[in-house]
């Protein structure tokens, strides 16, 4: 079988509660999740597959049909979030015009929330969720070779004469020390790109999957945390820097739930003279001074820290698990460790008034991050937060499952909150980011820790789009 892996163009993606205006700002990021599942799909067939990236290869609808005719693929797989469902739909169907026989396979965080509802989709033959790598693999032996009946592979719905069949869940983890490194062979690295991170060429990497934590906003809460070995993690950054790569980003969500595996990663790229530069994402109650001091000698440059709210109220109604207390403490010793953090915080969390709101802001301030990012809380769905919310009242039905059921191009993400409206929140998100940035201290701090013209233009560009949006311009 000819497999293309691909990245649908973006042409009616949903709204995200990040502002307009930094939409699209930060540059893109590799699938990785996507990269790993081709990977494994090589592995283990000996066949070659092709991946597009349409977003950072800027490949438009058009280009995109006339690529699949000379590739010719039998199936076309995307792994989708719920953001570009919409994306993903729109550019199974043009595919399917031209090619009526080609097979259209979805994955992703969209499908392991509603399988059969994505499944039952126009043009859709088959899904996959859980994770992904063994059972997709094992989707096109089954087709290719009758390996197996497709009613064995748990993780798996497929359509038989319009009649949709739906598997039991994959309930077995995959060792992660098993999977091969991403198929970064099969894209061009060169194309993604960061503009506030620290080297040339940007890519990203993954050394653990799943989180502990309860936060009632996030898909993943609860999950079973599992890691890689430290040799493994640090042979593919190895071969990362032989690809030109000198700037990584862990996409982990917590990285630091296991300070031993993180000390011994750190340890081992130090050991080998790696030089890298790299950012985490971590909880501010997992970390400490021996691991902030080895991820400092790693090549650490920055951490990106949930940090959400300024009040304990609202972080116990987040379910957050931590304090404002935590919170200084962590990002003091990260800047007395000389490593910059990324400050996640939250704004229209049910019950919050405006005055709450912009003591988030100064408490932001106070911390010193290098970055602020105010999102507007938003119940996604299935999440603790959504039901919590629903049975509240809040949200009045469930409007994620008649998306899920019925996609169309005029559905608009919802706050939900019943003390002020989308756009005074928007609003009020504009004037959030605004008072951060605007700050003379913040403003000095940055044009002392400015090391080169490119850094300036980087950071100029994020100060416009703040400042543009806030003018309404």
């Known amino acids: 079988m000819k497999i293309l892996f691909l990245v649908p163009p973006e042409t009616i993606s949903l709204e995200s509660s990040v502002p307009k205006a930094l939409e699209g700002g930060k540059g893109y990021y590799p699938k990785l999740g996507l990269l790993y599942v081709a990977a494994y799909y090589e592995r283990e067939t000996g066949n070659t597959a092709t991946f597009i990236d349409c977003p950072p290869e800027n490949v438009s609808e058009e280009a995109l049909l006339q690529r699949v005719r000379e590739i010719k693929p039998?199936?076309?797989?995307m792994s989708i979030m719920t953001f570009n469902l919409l994306d993903a739909l729109h550019t199974a169907n043009s595919l399917r015009q031209e090619n009526p026989n080609l097979k259209i396979c979805l994955g992703g965080p969209h499908v392991n929330l509603y399988p059969k509802e994505t499944l039952n989709l126009p043009g859709i033959d088959?899904?996959?969720?859980?994770?992904?790598?063994?059972?997709?693999t094992r989707l096109t032996q089954a087709l290719e070779t009758d390996a197996e009946p497709l009613s064995s592979i748990n993780g798996l719905g497929w359509k038989q004469n319009e009649t949709l069949h739906i598997n039991p869940k994959e309930t077995e983890l995959i060792d992660l020390d098993e999977l091969p490194f991403p198929a970064r062979h099969l894209v061009d690295v060169s194309s993604y790109q960061h503009i506030i991170g620290?080297?040339?060429?940007?890519?990203?990497?993954?050394?653990?999957?799943?989180?502990p934590a309860a936060c009632s906003f996030c898909d993943i809460r609860k999950t079973k945390f599992r890691i890689r070995s430290p040799e493994s993690v640090v042979n593919e950054i190895e071969e990362l820097v032989k690809m030109g790569v000198d700037d990584l980003f862990f996409v982990d969500d917590t990285i630091t739930i296991d300070k031993k595996n993180v000390l011994a990663i750190c340890d081992l790229i130090v050991e080998r003279g790696i030089k890298i530069h790299f950012k985490i994402s971590a909880r501010v109650d997992t970390i400490n001074e021996e691991v902030i001091a080895a991820l400092k000698r790693a090549g650490c440059y920055r951490i990106h820290f949930g940090i959400e709210s300024a009040s304990p109220k609202h972080l116990k109604y987040l379910q957050k698990g931590q304090t404002p207390e935590k919170v200084e403490r962590a990002c003091?010793?990260?800047?007395?460790?000389?490593?910059?953090?990324f400050a996640y915080m939250m704004i229209g969390i049910p019950h919050e008034t405006k005055e709450e709101m912009f003591a988030t802001v100064d408490f932001a301030k106070k911390l010193r991050p290098d970055y602020a990012q105010f999102s507007i809380c938003t119940p996604y769905p299935k999440v603790e937060l959504y039901y919590q919310m629903l049975n509240e009242g809040i949200v009045p039905e469930d409007y994620w499952q008649t998306f899920a059921e019925n996609p169309t191009a005029d559905f608009k993400i919802k706050f939900w909150?019943?003390?002020?409206?989308?756009?005074?929140?928007?609003?009020?998100?504009?004037?959030?980011?605004a008072r951060f940035y605007s700050s003379p201290t913040y403003i000095m701090k940055q044009i002392t820790q400015l090391r080169s013209w490119s850094d300036f233009t980087a950071k100029a560009r994020m100060g416009t789009k703040i400042l543009t949006s806030r003018l309404g311009i």
Do not use: P, S, W
């Open 74 to 77: 039998d199936m076309v797989a």
């Open 126 to 136: 088959y899904v996959v969720f859980g994770e992904g790598e063994k059972i997709f």
């Open 198 to 211: 620290e080297g040339r060429q940007f890519f990203t990497i993954q050394a653990t999957r799943g989180c």
């Open 332 to 341: 003091k010793m990260t800047r007395k460790a000389g490593i910059g953090f």
């Open 417 to 433: 909150n019943k003390d002020f409206t989308e756009e005074e929140l928007r609003q009020i998100q504009d004037e959030c980011h």
